[in-house]
């Protein structure tokens, strides 16, 4: 199986700047698409950004215009710029990872951990 490890999180003062990185690992999968989710005690994990192979992009209207979310389709990393953040950027990060219809396991829905992301002055 895949296994995806984010890193980059930590502590950032309102309107800096912070990148994240999902790495993966392990067996080899054909992926479709690599994306960020966040998520805040007592919520739901909502989408932030997800990216295609093809270069297809999709964020939320929150980070519309301060993160950029890109990929490196041939290591299946993805990366997250954040700009701009506010307190309300707040929270623990998840990347994913889908499979493509070419891969085995097509349908499943691969996650990292998580990674902390505070930003408070």
């Known amino acids: 199986q895949m296994q995806l490890v984010e890193s980059g999180g930590g502590l950032v003062q309102p309107g800096g700047s912070l990148k994240l990185t999902c790495a993966s690992s392990?067996?080899?999968?054909?992926?479709?698409?690599m994306g960020w989710y966040r998520q805040t005690p007592g919520k739901q994990r909502d989408l932030v950004a997800r990216v295609t192979t093809h270069g297809g992009t999709r964020y939320a209207d929150s980070v519309k215009g301060r993160f950029t979310v890109s990929m490196d389709t041939a290591k299946n990393i993805v990366y997250l710029q954040m700009s701009s953040l506010k307190p309300e950027d707040t929270a623990v990060y998840y990347c994913n990872a889908e499979p493509s219809s070419l891969d085995p396991d097509y349908g499943l829905t691969y996650w990292g951990k998580g990674t902390l992301v505070t930003v408070s002055s």
């Open positions: 392990g067996t080899y999968v054909n992926i479709y698409a």
